[in-house]
């Protein structure tokens, strides 16, 4: 017989999203279970942010080995053990799935293996290989990620790979075309770029890294010619052959047919929400044209008792949005009247330079009707930049003019990635340029640009004129 199982809080799906929204629930006195059907960490841990960032330094640090005369260091017969790289990386994605398992048992919540399936409004049916059973709960949340879509000509397969295939390779592919130039073609493209392989990227708009800025993207598209990577834009991938050594690329550009051959395709063209396979229709959750599911601004569905967050509602597919979005909802099951808040929410590229973006950008001020100051700062002005060999790009805040409140930042360059921290914590104290221009920054450090930038706006920069 099935009989049920009752708990306060159940959450399905274990990637960035389900298992923070988890922990929290279960800090603020919740009877938590957790459903996955797959791996714990899901996505951004197993296939998706982690492996990818160890590959791109893996692959950076090689790079660096074989490049780096200008500097005084010439390397002989620097070698790769690429199978050696992947065992690595597997490693660091191993700590991070075994560490998110003990800090989810440590918080007592029950993990449960296998896939849900919505029964009513409170509850649900979760199959496993040869078994199944009935979970009720007070509120589920709904956490189930997204997924690689397939373009019509390329059906993926041992040679037309999607990211979790080019993330997963055993052998260092000779040349690869990677079709879409958002971040994860070119922080993929650019990883093997660096580990010598071959690469063409094929991107069906006018740019790489659409939503980023010019001055921005500029960089990173030098820096991948550099490393002689191919980058065709306007190019619309119209088929793959597939041969036993490699692949045969067709696409259409300056409306003329061409081929590109490969040992390998990556497909890399957007992501879809996981909310086909659920039985949402069963409980009436509604789901907009996309497949993402309608949510407020506590995250919670048109059923009160089911919310949703991560992937699989509106918004940028990052990490970070999700975990967010996973303490807002824990919270508000718990009785608390939190609700999301996108200003402060950073979006990263791991290129060559870091791309980072956090709140408003020029034109979207200008779009909003908002007069700001954009005041820069150059990373080749930075000591530490320059001691670091990593004088490309620089340092931009974005402020309101009326009361030079900061409302948003760019960086490019080097370490992008962690420096656009302190302008997101600017945002979210209210913070104007003097609060950030009087604050002390240790110096050699690439951080000193932040301060320096909120002096630009001041009209006092110190080191530049
Ligand atoms: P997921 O992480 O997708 O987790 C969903 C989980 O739900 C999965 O484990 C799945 O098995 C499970 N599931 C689905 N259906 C069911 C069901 N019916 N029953 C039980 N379980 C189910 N983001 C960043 O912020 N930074 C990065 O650097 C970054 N790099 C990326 C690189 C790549 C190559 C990719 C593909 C993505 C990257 N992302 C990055 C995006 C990031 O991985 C996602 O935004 C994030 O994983 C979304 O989290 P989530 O919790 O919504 O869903």
Known sequence: ??????????????GPGGYVAAIRAAQLGQKVTIVEKGELGGVCLNVGCIPSKALISASHRFHEAKNSEDIGIKAENVTLDFGKVQEWKSGVVNKLTGGVQGLLKGNKVDIVKGEAYFVDEHSIRVMDENSAQTYTFKNAIIATGSRPVEIPGFKYSKRVLDSTGAINLDELPKSLVVIGGGYIGVELGSAYANF???VTIIEGTKDILGGFEKQMTALVKR??????VNIVTNAEAKGVEETDEGVKVT?????EEQT?????VLVTVGRKPNTDELGLEQVGVKIDDKGLIEVDKQRRSNVPSIFAIGDIVDGPKLAHKASYEGKIAAEVIAGQSSEVDYIGIPAVVFSEPELASVGYSEQQAKDEGIEIEAARFPFAANGRALALNETDGFVKLITRKEDGLIIGGQIAGANASDMIAEIGLAIEAGMTAEDVAMTIHAHPTLGEMTMEAAEVALGTPVHIM
Do not use: R, W
């Open 1 to 14: 017989g099935d009989f049920p199982i009752e708990t306060d809080t159940i959450v399905i799906g274990a």
């Open 196 to 198: 010598g392989t071959e």
């Open 223 to 228: 820096n991948l010619k550099k490393k002689n």
């Open 251 to 255: 696409y259409a550009a300056k409306g």
């Open 260 to 264: 590109v051959e490969a040992d390998y």
